[in-house]
């Protein structure tokens, strides 16, 4: 057993993270901070600009990767779904994985969504003051969850998908807080998207 000191690399004041919290804001200086075998370690963040002012900030990995299917077989051989999932994935995308702590559905859903409709959102100046939900997925958890991100979005197609077998190639994930705010259709992330 290694005890480590949870004090924020920046000023030094004393973090209190949950028991499941991977990265989050240091109270004081707002620097964001990482939680690893390590130790403590400040690790970049890219805030996006909201579009209103009803939100909470939520924590999102942004990975810059693509899929390679290997295989995709379905139960009545539909070519033209097989095609538009090449098509798809063939191509270089904004991967999304929500970071903070939700249901397995919600996040496979809105991590779909976001890799579906490849939104570029606006960085801004961290804002004063600032709430960040606590990371609770650190970098590995996320990559297994883009594995079922890219399964939601396969298995929702029309063709009644048997098999799949792909390979993500993806960057390091860039952390990114965005606004959001859950309605009765589910989370929805309220950023500026553009260049």
């Not at 779904?81 to 999304?96: E, I, K, M, S, T």
């Not at 779909?112 to 650190?138: H, M, N, S, W």
């Not at 960057?171 to 309605?183: D, E, F, I, N, S």
Request: hydrophobic fraction near 45%; include cysteine; charge should be neutral.
């Amino acid at each position: 057993m290694k005890l480590v000191a949870l004090r924020c690399p920046q000023c030094d004041t004393w973090l209190q993270p949950g028991l499941n919290d991977v990265a989050l804001l240091c109270a004081v200086c707002g620097t964001a901070v990482s939680l690893t075998d390590q130790g403590v370690q400040t690790i970049p963040i890219t805030y996006g600009l909201p579009t209103t002012t009803e939100f909470s900030w939520h924590p999102f990995w942004l990975f810059a990767g693509q899929v390679a299917i290997h295989t995709r077989q379905t139960q009545g051989g539909n070519r033209a779904d097989a095609n538009a999932a090449q098509q798809f994935w063939g191509v270089p995308r904004r991967l999304y994985v929500p970071a903070w702590e939700l249901p397995i559905h919600e996040a496979r859903e809105l991590g779909a969504r976001l890799v579906r409709e490849q939104p570029l959102y606006r960085a801004g100046d961290k804002p004063d003051p600032f709430v960040l939900q606590p990371a609770t997925i650190d970098i590995a958890d996320a990559r297994k969850l883009l594995e079922f991100v890219v399964l939601t979005i396969e298995a929702q197609r029309s063709d009644w998908l048997r098999d799949l077998q792909f390979e993500i190639q993806a960057t390091v994930p860039q952390l990114w807080a965005l606004p959001a705010q859950r309605t009765n259709k589910g989370w929805q992330v309220l950023a500026q998207t553009g260049n």
